[in-house]
Each structure stands twice: as C-alpha cells, then as structure tokens.
C-alpha cells in the first residue's frame, strides 16, 4: 500500500492545491475496508481543519480530480468522509511485471550499518528447554529480518558457564558419578550434566530433611546443607584458580557444548560469536571507576558504588559491592563495551531475553546512555513472554522441565502420525518420510512459537500446531508444496512479460499483497517482531487458496491468462519460501 501511497500522495496535494488554493502536507491514507469497492482511501475528515465545506462533497471534488489527473486511479465512490480509490490493473500488472527476481524480493542487498542480536545464553548445568526454544527461534528470526531489512548483523550468545550452579553439578558428579563421561552413557553431554544438577537438588533436599529432623530450623538447615558448603567451596576453589576444579569445570563443560551445539543444529540456528561469562564477569568495574570519577555513580558508606536514577522514574541501582566485587549489571555494562569495541561497525544492540528482566535492561540502557555512549541510543529489550504446556509451567531442579531435544523429536513423531493417518505419503522412501516430518513437524513448532506477538505468553499445544488446517506452518507448508506441484506440471522455468490487460479481482488482491512484503519486512524489522511476518505470510496463503478455488489455471480461456496465473503462483511461492526462511522454517517441495 505504502508504493501506491507515495504515487498518490503527490498527486491528492497537488488536487487539493488546485481546488482550493491551500498547500496540505500531511493526508491520510489507509486500506480501502473489504466491504466498499476501491484499493485505497483518502480520509477527508482531518482536511476540514483547512478546508470548509461538506466532507462528502471535498471527497468527490478531489476524486473528481484524481481520476482526470493521476495514471493509476480509474473510478472513486465516496462513503461520508471517506474517498475510496480504486488503482487500474494496469498499475499492479506493470509492478508484477517488473519483479525480475521474487528469490530476493523484499530484502535489501546493501547493507548500511550493523547491529548485533543476542539470543539463548543458557546455562551450562542443564539442557536447553522449551523457554530456550522460543528465545531462540525469536531471536534467529529477528537476526534474519534485520539483515533482510538491510542491516549488517552479528548473531550472538553470553554463556553462564560459571557461578554456584556449574558447580552443584560438578560436585554430584564427583560423588555420585564414578567417572561416567557421555561416551560411556550414550547420553548427550548438556543431558549427562544436567542429570548431575536434578541429583544434587535431591541430595540437597534430603540433607535438609535429615539436618530439621535433628532440630534445626529450614532456613538455617538450607544454609547448612554439606552438599551446599561442597558446592561454595567448589566455587570458592574456582575462583582462585585451583587446578584441579578449574580443569573439571573446564571438561564438563566441553560435554555442554558439544551437547548444546547439536540442539542448535537441529533447531536450526547458529551463532557468529560466543561470550562466556566466565571471560566478561569481571567486565565493567573500571568503567565503573571512571563514571565515579565522573560523578554518574556515588559511592556509600559501606564503600559500595550506587547510580541514583529516581528523577528518571527508577530506583537507585547498585553497580559494585562494598568487597569490590561485581553485580550482574556491572557485567552487562562492561560486555555491553566490549562488544562495540569487538565489533566496531555495530551501532546497535538487541538482547532476547524474558519479560522478567523488563526493569534490568531499563536500568541497563540508561546507565550506558549516562556514560554517554552514542550507540545506547540503539538498545533493544527483545521481551517476550512464557510458554506453558497444557499440563502445567516447567521446572528444572527437579527434572520435569520440557527437554528442547524431546520437544523436537515429539514434534517431528506427531508430525509422522497425522500425515500416515491423512495419508499424504505416496510414492516416498523411507529417508524421504522422515526428513519430511521433521520439515513438518520443527515448521509447526516455530511457525506457532512465532505467529504470537513476542510480548504474549504461549501457551504451546503441539497436536494444534501440527493441524493441516487453519493459521499453522503445515497449512502453509501444503500450500507451497501444492503450487510447486502446478510448477512442475506446467514447465515452469522462469518468469516473462505478461500480456494481459485485465486481472481478475483475486489475481489483483494476490498482486496487492505481495507489493506490501517489502513494508512487512521493515515493520517487522522496526518492531522486532517475527509475528508480522508469520501472520502476513497466512493472509497471502489464505488469499492464495481462495485465488485457486475461484480461478482456473490450467483452464484459463486464453495462454496469457494461464500464463499470469502460474507466474502469479510462483510468485506466491516464492515469496512463502522467503518469510519462512525469514522465521527459520523450511518449505517441502512436495507433500
């Protein structure tokens, strides 16, 4: 609509200029509504601030003149204060025609500037879970689009691979794990460390139980619990640098990665740079110094370091303990720097992480842009929501959360029963199957995860995300499966000039949408969020759908006719393929 608004927008100025001698900056445009006939609207309402007079008689005084005077507008109505305008075929022909490319339409090819997205920074004592799975698949998703919409983007995660909680896992394997490795278990690494983590929680609580059994109270108990102590000591010994905790720490994590970097790849997602927090914990303390020096911070009794940001509408916030030693917002400041200092051409940061750090990353922000940093102008808080399970919220000490890999793998099983029971496999090899399901089953995954407005809690139904029917990855998957199978039957090649001079009202509301899918890319790039385009790429699906019902293709009365309708699908097609690559999601050639 924006292109057409553009072409307009002069023209209308020009209109209003001429029949009433004012000159108008500012006109309102928006989308003709589907029960009145026209393509776009000019709202006259805001006008009358300029212009005295009847609003129904303005509106047909300039429709009158935009259908003399502009190319592409060929009849008007007016409803009340409202011109609608109906754009000639000819217009959207020319337009379609001039797409010599749909593989790269909508994305920009020169970049101008960077920013850096981060996503996932799990910790290393447990396996990724579904509330990893909806981080990272918004978080790839947002890096796609950024770079689609024409930035320069780096794709990155922080690691928590130190503190207490390593360190609990650590200690139960030396107690409780006589030496096994993931070789010897054939469990994945991230599996095998987080089983060590459940067990330490078990041990914990029991030596609690065991320790109020003999009188002493649950707060103290829990403070007193040997296996705790094992773990501070252990974390005590790391920090110093002991050798032997340091080369454990060091292995178990290596089993983490490892595991890790499988999840990634069978989630499809990947990073082009770690941190690791057990590089950047000691970051941002000789900032802190210098804003001190610069009176950003204040010091307090106890020799602890404050910013007071109440005139701003926040509290006052601590940046180092009275010991000298860091809080998290220290380390964020300071990985934050090095970032920008690791990647000079960046001028912008976006960091996916939960609504429940909204106020961290509130505080964050403006501390950088106290320090006066330029490029604290450009931070974003990708906040979004939980997801449940119809059974109930995750957990993780106790071993219930919901596994990322068994998440995946009952998603791609789920996706294999429906489709033998809908019985869409004729004619595949048993490799061939199971690489559909997985398309199938991982696209409904993402494509529900994704269709939700980030800041929205999920509440995530895996047999509904599968379902064939309805605004699902699989329904979209089928769609495009299905135009590939018209490709092929009609010898589709390449795209050429059209002939035809008149489009059906299906095959010009197909050619509408598709002209919008450069503006959905920018707005979902503006608005970190992959939901616009999950949501525009049903609508073109849907109106697709109803294209192919009411049109025939293979029947068109004349060459040119079928002509455009199988371009027209291939386009279709292959702007799908491209917004669902956009969201992570892969497209089966057949189905």
């Given at each position: 609509?924006?292109?057409?608004?553009?072409?307009?927008?002069?023209?209308?100025?020009?209109?209003?200029?001429?029949?009433?001698?004012?000159?108008?900056?500012?006109?309102?445009?928006?989308?003709?509504?589907?029960?009145?006939?026209?393509?776009?609207?000019?709202?006259?309402?805001?006008?009358?601030?300029?212009?005295?007079g009847?609003?129904?008689?303005?509106?047909?005084?300039?429709?009158?003149?935009?259908?003399?005077?502009?190319?592409?507008?060929?009849?008007?109505?007016?409803?009340?204060?409202?011109?609608?305008?109906?754009?000639?075929?000819?217009?959207?022909?020319?337009?379609?025609?001039?797409?010599?490319?749909?593989?790269?339409?909508?994305?920009?090819?020169?970049?101008?500037?960077a920013?850096?997205?981060?996503?996932?920074?799990p910790?290393?004592?447990?396996?990724?879970?579904?509330?990893?799975?909806r981080?990272?698949?918004?978080?790839?998703s947002?890096?796609?689009?950024?770079?689609?919409?024409?930035?320069?983007?780096?794709?990155?995660?922080?690691?928590?691979?130190?503190?207490?909680?390593?360190?609990?896992?650590?200690?139960?394997?030396?107690?409780?794990?006589?030496?096994?490795?993931?070789?010897?278990?054939?469990?994945?690494?991230?599996?095998?460390?987080?089983?060590?983590?459940?067990?330490?929680?078990?041990?914990?609580?029991?030596?609690?139980?065991?320790?109020?059994?003999?009188?002493?109270?649950?707060?103290?108990?829990?403070?007193?619990?040997?296996?705790?102590?094992?773990?501070?000591?252990?974390?005590?010994?790391?920090?110093?640098?002991?050798?032997?905790?340091?080369?454990?720490?060091?292995?178990?994590?290596?089993?983490?990665?490892?595991?890790?970097?499988?999840?990634?790849?069978?989630?499809?997602?990947?990073?082009?740079?770690?941190?690791?927090?057990?590089?950047?914990?000691?970051?941002?303390?000789?900032?802190v110094?210098?804003?001190?020096?610069?009176?950003?911070?204040?010091?307090?009794?106890?020799?602890?370091?404050?910013?007071?940001?109440?005139?701003?509408?926040?509290?006052?916030?601590?940046?180092?303990r009275?010991?000298?030693?860091?809080?998290?917002?220290?380390?964020?400041i300071?990985?934050?720097?090095?970032?920008?200092?690791?990647?000079?051409?960046?001028?912008?940061?976006?960091?996916?992480?939960?609504?429940?750090?909204?106020?961290?990353?509130?505080?964050?922000?403006?501390?950088?842009?106290?320090?006066?940093?330029?490029?604290?102008?450009?931070?974003?808080?990708?906040?979004?929501?939980?997801?449940?399970?119809?059974?109930?919220?995750?957990?993780?000490?106790?071993?219930?959360?919901?596994?990322?890999?068994?998440?995946?793998?009952?998603?791609?099983?789920?996706?294999?029963?429906?489709?033998?029971?809908?019985?869409?496999?004729?004619?595949?090899?048993?490799?061939?199957?199971q690489?559909?399901?997985?398309?199938?089953?991982?696209?409904?995954?993402?494509?529900?995860?994704?269709?939700?407005?980030?800041?929205?809690r999920?509440?995530?139904?895996?047999?509904?995300?599968?379902?064939?029917?309805?605004?699902?990855?699989?329904?979209?998957?089928?769609?495009?499966?299905?135009?590939?199978?018209?490709?092929?039957?009609?010898?589709?090649?390449?795209?050429?000039?059209?002939?035809?001079?008149?489009?059906?009202?299906?095959?010009?509301?197909?050619?509408?949408?598709?002209?919008?899918?450069?503006?959905?890319?920018?707005?979902?790039?503006?608005?970190?969020?992959?939901?616009?385009?999950?949501?525009f790429?049903?609508?073109?699906?849907?109106?697709?759908?109803?294209?192919?019902?009411?049109?025939?293709?293979f029947?068109?009365?004349?060459?040119?006719?079928?002509?455009l309708?199988?371009?027209?699908?291939?386009?279709?097609?292959?702007?799908?393929?491209?917004?669902?690559a956009?969201?992570?999601?892969q497209?089966?050639?057949?189905?």
């Open positions: 609509m924006i292109v057409v608004q553009h072409m307009l927008y002069s023209a209308a100025k020009d209109g209003i200029k001429s029949l009433y001698d004012i000159e108008i900056e500012k006109i309102e445009f928006q989308e003709t509504r589907k029960d009145f006939e026209g393509d776009i609207t000019i709202v006259v309402f805001p006008l009358l601030k300029f212009i005295k009847n609003p129904a008689q303005i509106a047909e005084n300039i429709g009158k003149y935009l259908q003399e005077n502009s190319a592409i507008v060929v009849e008007f109505n007016v409803v009340k204060g409202f011109l609608n305008l109906v754009i000639s075929d000819a217009y959207y022909l020319s337009f379609f025609n001039d797409i010599n490319n749909f593989e790269n339409f909508g994305s920009v090819t020169d970049k101008e500037g920013i850096m997205v981060e996503y996932s920074s910790n290393t004592n447990k396996p990724l879970h579904l509330g990893h799975i981080n990272n698949l918004l978080g790839f947002v890096a796609e689009i950024l770079g689609a919409a024409g930035k320069k983007v780096y794709k990155t995660q922080i690691i928590n691979d130190r503190g207490i909680h390593i360190c609990k896992s650590m200690v139960a394997w030396q107690k409780f794990g006589n030496g096994e490795t993931p070789e010897s278990t054939g469990l994945k690494g991230d599996k095998l460390v987080g089983n060590y983590y459940v067990i330490f929680d078990k041990e914990y609580k029991k030596e609690i139980e065991t320790l109020v059994g003999q009188g002493v109270e649950e707060d103290e108990a829990k403070k007193q619990a040997p296996i705790l102590l094992e773990a501070q000591e252990m974390l005590r010994r790391w920090e110093a640098g002991d050798k032997e905790v340091v080369s454990l720490w060091k292995q178990m994590n290596e089993w983490v990665y490892k595991g890790f970097d499988e999840s990634y790849k069978a989630l499809g997602v990947d990073f082009d740079k770690n941190y690791y927090e057990s590089d950047t914990y000691l970051l941002g303390k000789e900032f110094a210098d804003g001190l020096e610069q009176g950003i911070f204040y010091k307090k009794e106890d020799g602890s370091v404050w910013i007071d940001l109440t005139e701003d509408g926040l509290d006052e916030k601590i940046v180092l009275a010991d000298g030693t860091a809080v998290y917002m220290t380390q964020d300071g990985t934050a720097i090095q970032r920008i200092n690791d990647f000079p051409d960046i001028d912008g940061l976006v960091y996916t992480v939960g609504n429940e750090q909204d106020y961290h990353f509130k505080v964050l922000f403006l501390i950088l842009k106290k320090m006066g940093f330029d490029w604290a102008q450009n931070l974003h808080h990708l906040s979004y929501g939980m997801v449940d399970l119809p059974e109930g919220k995750m957990k993780s000490r106790e071993g219930t959360v919901v596994d990322a890999d068994d998440l995946m793998k009952e998603m791609t099983k789920t996706a294999g029963d429906i489709s033998q029971d809908l019985g869409k496999l004729e004619g595949y090899s048993d490799q061939e199957k690489g559909l399901f997985k398309t199938i089953g991982l696209g409904a995954l993402k494509y529900y995860i994704l269709k939700v407005d980030p800041k929205k999920i509440l995530f139904d895996p047999k509904e995300s599968i379902d064939f029917n309805g605004n699902t990855g699989p329904f979209i998957q089928y769609t495009y499966a299905r135009i590939q199978s018209i490709l092929r039957k009609a010898d589709f090649k390449a795209k050429k000039e059209l002939q035809v001079d008149q489009l059906h009202p299906k095959e010009k509301e197909l050619i509408k949408l598709l002209q919008t899918y450069p503006e959905i890319i920018q707005n979902a790039a503006q608005n970190l969020s992959p939901a616009l385009i999950a949501n790429t049903y609508e073109l699906v849907k109106s697709y759908n109803s294209f192919y019902q009411s049109v025939p293709i029947g068109a009365e004349n060459e040119h006719e079928k002509d309708r199988i371009q027209l699908s291939y386009g279709v097609s292959a702007v799908i393929k491209s917004s669902f956009l969201l992570g999601i497209v089966p050639e057949r189905m």
